[in-house]
Nanobody, 116 residues
Framework: VQLVESGGGLVQAGGSLRLSCAAS????????MAWYRQAPGKERELVAG???????NYADSIKGRFTISRDNAKNTVYLQMNSLRPDDTGVYYC???????????WGQGTQVTVSS
C-alpha cells in the first residue's frame, strides 16, 4: 500500500487548508485511515481517523475545527482544517491499517505551517 499526501502549505491563523491522502496498491484490506501530525520537538499524535464505513474519531484539540472524510471510489481520505492556529503547525502524516486504530502504512508527510 502506498499513501501520498498533498495539500499542505503556509496559511495565516484563522485560515483553512484541505489535505488529501491517496491510497494505491493492495488496498482491499484497509479498514481504517487516519491523519497524524508531528510538531517540532514533539511526538507524533493522532489528529483524526475514519473507518471504511465512515465512523470517525478526533483528537480533542481539533474537534469542531477539522473534519475527516473519505471517498472510497477514489481511495482518498481528506482532512478539512478550518480556523487554523499556530499550534496546528507540523508535518501531517496519513496512515492506513487493517483494523481500528492500526497504522500499518505511512505516507511521506506534508508540511502545514500556520503563521500568527
Amino acid at each position: 500500500v502506498q499513501l501520498v499526501e498533498s495539500g499542505g502549505g503556509l496559511v495565516q491563523a484563522g485560515g483553512s487548508l484541505r489535505l488529501s491522502c491517496a491510497a494505491s496498491g493492495v488496498i482491499f484490506s484497509i479498514r481504517y485511515m487516519a491523519w497524524y501530525r508531528q510538531a517540532p520537538g514533539k511526538e507524533r499524535e493522532l489528529v483524526a481517523g475514519i473507518t471504511s464505513g465512515g465512523t470517525t474519531n478526533y483528537a480533542d484539540s481539533i474537534k469542531g475545527r477539522f473534519t475527516i472524510s473519505r471517498d472510497n471510489a477514489k481511495n482518498t481520505v481528506y482532512l478539512q482544517m478550518n480556523s487554523l492556529r499556530p499550534d496546528d503547525t507540523g508535518v501531517y502524516y496519513c496512515s492506513a491499517g487493517g483494523r481500528w486504530g492500526s497504522r500499518d502504512y505511512w505516507g511521506q508527510g506534508t508540511q502545514v505551517t500556520v503563521s500568527s
